[in-house]
């Protein structure tokens, strides 16, 4: 294959007229490319949703702060978590199951691409309609009727009574249209794993990567659904005059939440399973040993898919239900740490004995490991509900999920981008940018969000525009606000490395870290049929039987 | 000393939580130490040496006795955290009355607090007074959208839901002024709907709830005041006991004077705060739900003489 | 590495299958969310017409479970390649479906106009119409395409290699009315 033309098409012809390859994406039904447009899009608002979270530190920075008012301030905490959950985490999340999982399969496509592009621009169509909020529409508080009721929208603050205008209905709609399209894609993964893997390639053979996506998936068949029912819900009381958390006809706001936390736990779920995929990929073969563990590991993962669905409630702790009700959350809650820990050690063991490479995707996942323990722990704090009496709907809580999706699922993407960078462009990455992205964000990452504990422990809540001096939160809030100025440099640097790269970066070959898994076999970029001929494969690591036939995987498996 | 951390309870409830917390927060400081110093170990002992010879090393694909080591110990823990924290869950929240425990029923609105004493024909707004060494049972209801009562120091949170009435409990050890203030996003102004609970010994409360009690003073002297207070539409939201004035939206003011604050704790209850407040509620509150009330000034001082003598 | 055709034995499911019945698990979890919304407001309605109101829909029970034997059949007929006979079973299965709709429709009429329940009335009325309609909505949804389907007929289009796509949109309907059975239990058996 050429190196000097990294373009889409195969090597030798003239790059053709912008538009047509603008209508080529935009039109594309390919999963790799769309997996890049999710990739792309899920990047944009990670830049964005990161503006609302400075304009939140900076307003908290100092008690009584008057950057922006109260009407302002609650718009942007509900845009900045609607944001990062809806049109961050979710696309990149579908945008890199879509590109990889037919790829790790040995396919050709998913099982259904026209489905695929559908649900990609139904995603991306329902942000930019959220977006438009800012600039649309009529409500109480003049121009712009962002949605300001929080991301998870209790009632009867959603109801037409205490939000009049059109604030709700922009959340309410851009999330159920982007649900369908989470629900296609999900779909669509689910039947392409249990329909087009290449021959050979058993349930119990498929990369560690597959397995975490198809339970991500079904999660997503089975928590984004009860959203879509609880939206239409709050439709009918906003629009028919329905009563379903209408509290003043005998509605109950508590439905809301169950529903809502029926979808949310799950939610998160989705989130971090793929995020676990990256990390059991990357860590095995950055430390050159297989996966320690790789049937526990599945049987973890489908423990986690299956418990995840019976701890939503521990986010109503405070709510008032029996005291039975709360006991049955403790319990449920705190098992699912055992399947989650059990993961954490099976990485520690694939690094146990290894020789370990300090790369740019393993330096994150080595990160993530530490950042998801810590995040872990608390987590198991606030599953004491006592304790959780305390800690909830406080700075730790804000603390803990941040640990989470940033310490934990940002890190492990932020790994993924810089692993599989040189299989999608073709090029290698700089190094030396990838390690100052990692440093600054590091430190950007617990100078804010270990500070951010400590308000919580001295009661400070969440989502108030302004805090009183004198309860001994101020000096914590300050220095979260400072690593505010990290992050955003970290992900520049990042940002940056990305372009030039794609530019100046050397030619990377088929694959530059001596992997194991199939898309390692073929060309960087992939052709767009992926593989000329279709693999059979006889063990997990299909690619380490090929560089060490005298030892093969499949003599152990 | 933060007044409102969560690790200096005062309050039966608040101090139960603590001891488990302690319990809940060993376990997890153990398990960190032992797992980040593994990890710590691996990351140096198993890094590529620069004398590498670029073997792979021994491939390990699991040890059954390893899994069922790392499962069950922490399906172990798992379980004594579990039956630790079902304890309390239980003794708090079904946590009985007692001979001389009192009830008060707390009342969510839109920014601010309501209390009623019901066997003490007491009704009084954002500053809540209880005995010391007496357990007091709070009824917790919402006018409107969600709440959250949450004063740190003395208990846990719980949350106030239309439609769903809940129930907590204090028990303070000593008197003083604990704060708090509102846990579940209300909307606009939910920043600034403080809590202020005072712990009065038996004899001190008692006199409070006497003074509050009782009607309204009617002081002949603000008489062009009260006027400015009935004719414009203050009676539609307030209640001043014993007058004209019966509105239920908004705070009692029978005995504003007897507070320390005003707006459910943003300012400090002075002459020349309660004018500006009058006069425009969004300077101190923006977006609270008293609107302005476009009195002059002459007005405004005659309102504020008034209410200025509602001890 | 040898090519998939020198596997004749890997068969993997189909993947409409897999898709379909994947959307089934997402449309029943919609369905239970609002079944639990029906049975939790059962009985507290404040005041307005209760579950009592609500008159068995025997007939277009019957018609509507019938017309997944109809379109049984009609898959089995173009399998055989019989596409005259699978045409008459498809607008049979049409033909009970519109029946089923527009009973429905006269059943709302009648508690709109003589009962006075809307889906403002109270929280029965706010249930009922809503689980109801969604169902109806998807029965909607499912006569479109059968619809779709009877014209493709009509031009001659669909023949014998088609049949397993069709298969999938009878497995739709299949599920609708599986759906249905649920929801005439919750609401007609059990609710009221």
């Known amino acids: 294959m050429a190196t000097t033309d990294v373009g889409w098409i195969d090597a030798g012809t003239r790059p053709r007229p912008l538009v047509d390859r603008l209508q080529d994406w935009v039109t594309t039904v390919d999963h790799k490319r769309l997996g890049i447009l999710y990739v792309g899009y899920g990047l944009l608002f990670l830049v964005i949703g990161g503006i609302e979270a400075t304009i939140l530190r900076l307003q908290l920075v100092r008690p009584h702060n008057g950057f922006v008012s109260p009407q302002v301030f609650n718009q942007m905490f509900t845009m900045h978590g609607t944001t990062m959950i809806f049109f961050v985490a979710m696309p990149l999340v579908f945008g890199f199951a879509n590109y990889l999982v037919p790829l790790m399969i040995g396919a050709r496509d998913m099982a259904f ?74 779909i669509n993964i689910i039947a392409t794993i249990a329909s087009m893997r290449c021959p050979g390639m058993t349930l119990g053979k498929m990369p560690l990567l597959v397995w975490l996506n198809l339970v991500m998936a079904s999660l997503v068949i089975l928590a984004v659904s009860p959203l879509t029912a609880a939206q239409i819900m709050l439709l009918v009381d906003r629009y028919l005059g329905g009563h379903f958390f209408d509290t003043q006809a005998g509605g109950s706001a508590v439905l809301w939440m169950h529903f809502f936390w029926v979808f949310g736990h799950p939610e998160v779920y989705v989130l971090v399973l793929p995020a676990f995929a990256f990390a059991s990929e990357i860590i095995p073969v950055f430390s050159r040993k297989a996966m320690f563990g790789y049937p526990v590991m599945v049987a973890a993962t489908v423990a986690i ?106 890190f492990c993407i932020f790994a993924a981008f810089y692993y599989w960078y040189p299989k999608v462009t073709g090029r290698m990455y700089s190094e030396a940018l990838a390690k100052l992205h990692f440093w600054l964000f590091v430190i950007g990452f617990h100078l804010t969000f270990d500070s951010m504990h400590v308000p919580g422990l001295l009661g400070m809540p969440r989502r108030i525009y302004t805090y009183e001096p004198g309860r001994g939160w101020d000096t914590w809030n300050f220095l979260t606000t400072v690593g505010v100025v990290f992050q955003a440099a970290g992900v520049l640097a990042f940002v940056f490395n990305l372009v030039r790269s794609y530019v100046r970066g050397r030619p990377a070959g088929n694959d530059p870290w001596d992997a194991w898994t199939l898309e390692w076999s073929t060309t960087s970029p992939p052709p767009e049929y992926n593989y000329a001929t279709v693999p059979v494969v006889k063990s997990r690591r299909p690619l380490w039987d090929l560089k060490h036939p005298e030892d093969p995987d499949w003599k152990y498996e | 000393m933060s007044p409102t951390s969560i690790f200096a309870p005062l ?41 590498d010879d670029g073997r792979e090393p021994a491939q390990v694909y699991g040890s059954l006795q390893v899994e069922l080591a790392w499962t069950i110990t922490p399906v172990i823990i798992v379980l004594v955290l579990f ?50 060494g007496t ?83 009617d002081d002949g002297r603000v008489a062009g005041g009260r006027r400015v207070f009935e004719q414009t539409a203050c009676i539609n939201c307030h209640t001043v006991s014993g007058t004209a004035a019966n509105g239920r939206f908004g705070p009692d003011l029978t005995h504003l004077m007897s507070r320390g604050t005003l707006g459910a704790g943003v300012v400090s209850n002075t002459p020349e705060n309660l004018r500006a407040w009058i006069r425009r509620p969004d300077d101190f509150k923006p977006g609270s739900l008293m609107p302005p009330m476009g009195l002059s000034e002459s007005q405004l001082d005659a309102v504020t003489a008034y209410l200025s003598t509602l001890q | 590495m040898s090519t998939a055709s020198a596997n004749p034995d890997w068969v993997l499911p189909d993947r409409g299958r897999v898709g379909m019945f994947s959307l089934f698990a997402s449309e029943s979890a919609i369905f239970v969310i609002f079944i639990v919304a029906y049975l939790f407001y059962a009985g507290k309605s404040v005041s307005g ?115 397993a796509r069709v298969d999938l949109l009878g497995l739709y309907w299949h599920f609708v009315d599986v759906v249905w059975i649920a929801v005439f239990l919750v609401v007609y058996v059990v609710g009221r």
């Open chain 2, 83 to 132: 039956l630790a924290s079902a304890r309390v869950v239980f003794a708090v929240q079904d946590a009985p009355r007692t001979k001389d425990s009192l009830e008060v029923t707390v009342v969510g609105h839109q920014f601010w607090w309501e209390y009623r004493y019901p066997g003490l024909k007491v009704v009084t707004a954002n500053e809540l007074h209880v005995p010391v």
């Open chain 3, 49 to 163: 017409p209760t579950a009592s109101v609500l008159h068995l829909p025997v007939l277009l029970t019957v018609c509507l479970l019938s017309s997944s034997w109809t379109i049984h059949r009609a898959v089995a007929a173009l399998r055989r390649g019989e596409v005259g006979s699978f045409a008459r079973s498809w607008v049979a299965t049409i033909v009970l479906g519109a029946v089923f709709l527009g009973g429905t429709a006269l059943e709302w009429r009648h508690l709109i106009r003589d009962e006075g329940l809307t889906i403002r009335t109270n929280l029965f009325g706010t249930t009922y119409y809503s689980l109801v309609g969604l169902h109806a909505f998807h029965v909607t949804v499912g006569l479109i395409a059968l619809a779709t389907v009877a014209l493709l007929t009509a031009g001659g289009h669909v023949k014998r290699e088609h049949a």
């Open chain 1, 113 to 186: 691409p026209r489905l695929n592009a559908f649900s990609f621009w139904l995603t991306a169509f329902s942000g930019l309609f959220l977006y438009f909020s800012f600039v649309g529409g009529f409500g109480l508080y003049g121009a712009g009727t962002a949605p300001d009721v929080g991301w998870f929208a209790y009632a009867p603050l959603t109801s037409k009574t205490f939000s009049p205008g059109h604030s709700t209905d922009y959340w309410t709609l851009a999330l159920l249209v982007s649900g369908f399209g989470s629900i296609g894609t999900a």
């Open chain 2, 11 to 51: 309050s039966t409830p608040a101090e139960s939580i603590f001891e488990l917390s302690i319990l809940v927060l060993a376990i997890a400081a153990a398990i960190f130490l032992v797992v980040a110093a593994l990890l710590v170990y691996s990351v140096v002992k198993f890094r590529r040496k620069r004398n």
């Open chain 2, 135 to 217: 357990r007091t049972f709070l009824n917790l209801l919402s006018a409107d959208t969600d709440h959250s009562f949450w004063v740190p120091r003395l208990a846990g949170k719980t949350d106030l839901i239309p439609n769903h009435p809940n129930g907590t409990w204090i028990e303070p050890r000593e008197t003083g002024l604990y704060l708090g203030q509102c846990a579940q996003y209300c909307g606009t102004q939910h920043a600034k709907m403080l809590l202020r609970v005072y712990v009065d010994s038996r004899e001190d409360f008692d006199r409070w709830a006497r003074q509050q009690a009782a009607a309204a003073r």
């Open chain 1, 305 to 410: 898919g299956f418990i995840s669905m019976s701890v939503w409630a521990h986010h109503m702790f405070t709510v008032g239900m029996t005291s039975a009700g709360n006991t049955f959350f403790v319990l449920t809650t705190m098992a699912i740490a055992v399947p989650t820990g059990i993961k954490i050690f099976n990485w520690l063991a694939t690094m146990w004995g290894g020789k370990i490479y300090f790369k740019a995707p393993m330096l994150f996942c080595i990160a993530f490991l530490f950042q998801f323990l810590i995040a872990g722990l608390t987590g198991v704090m606030m599953s004491s509900a006592p304790f959780d009496w305390q800690l909830g709907n406080s700075y730790f809580v804000v603390a803990h999920f941040h640990y989470v999706i940033v310490g934990g699922i940002l």
